[in-house]
């Protein structure tokens, strides 16, 4: 793949634009007869993404911050290669630092009417500080009527690494409490609202009523959103499908939360949901020295 690292060398119609306050951020908006997008070259975050003559598949906060090291609420940041907390020092950065680096822009183009980009991240003093192995990443975007993202990891190390990693996707519903996450009836979960409980099993289609932030575990990596207050014969449905991930984590702040985020203005926090295929936890994935690994997810209108 021929490397990019200029403007010229994006499609006709892709853009480099920078955002924020200081136009300092940089990112791609791509503009294609199949969907319009915008990418941060920060975490490879793909930011908003809406198909053509339909409804965004993507929220993005409208209080979002561009702050170089700072993550961007809303889209898809990857949080890589931890999840929540750093496993050893909760002092240190909660979900890697994978959504707070720069990523090299390896490739931008079209392939039958499909955008596909692709970013790479190796590791370097600052990442071996926070995480003391030797790697290579790359993300792999295809955007077309859905999303296709791919994250594909080599340990170069000589020691085993383990890598814990979510798609934080931010999807957008006209009300939070009116919505319905579908596919994770039966499936056991962690309530990190309530840490010290033991496993629950959900029973039915789950519909938030107040915040939530919940480890799904055994999932088959395939689960819907309702938006339940679309009118019209059928809600907007977006699904979610990810066969490489065990496990699901929903979240939202509700109010409270929000207010204290500090990137969730008013009663934005009613406008979006939280389901992010991930591997965490005791799904944590122990990568040899030398091996790589690759998952998948695709969101689509369903
Ligand atoms: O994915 C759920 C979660 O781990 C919540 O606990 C909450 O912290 C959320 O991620 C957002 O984290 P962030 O660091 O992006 O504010």
Redesign the pocket.
Known sequence: MAAVHSTESLPAGWRRVFLGAGESFPAIAIDTPACRALVALQGAQLLTMQPAGAAPLLWLSPGARYVAGK?V?GGI?L?FPW??NHPDDPALP??GFARNREWRLQYAGIDAGVAQLQFALEDDAQTRALWPHIFSAEVTLSLGAGIDITLAVTNRGDSTAPVSF?F?NYFPVVDVAACCIEGLAGLPFHD?LQPDAPLAVESVPLRPAAEV?RVYTGAGGACRIVDMTVAGPVAQTIAVTAPDCRNL?V?N?WGAKAAR?GDVPGDSWRRFV?V?PANVGADTILLAAGESRRWSMRIAHA
């Open positions: 993550a609420r940041p949080c999840f929540g909660a979900h979510a934080h990190k932030d984590v979240w702040p985020l939280c992010e």
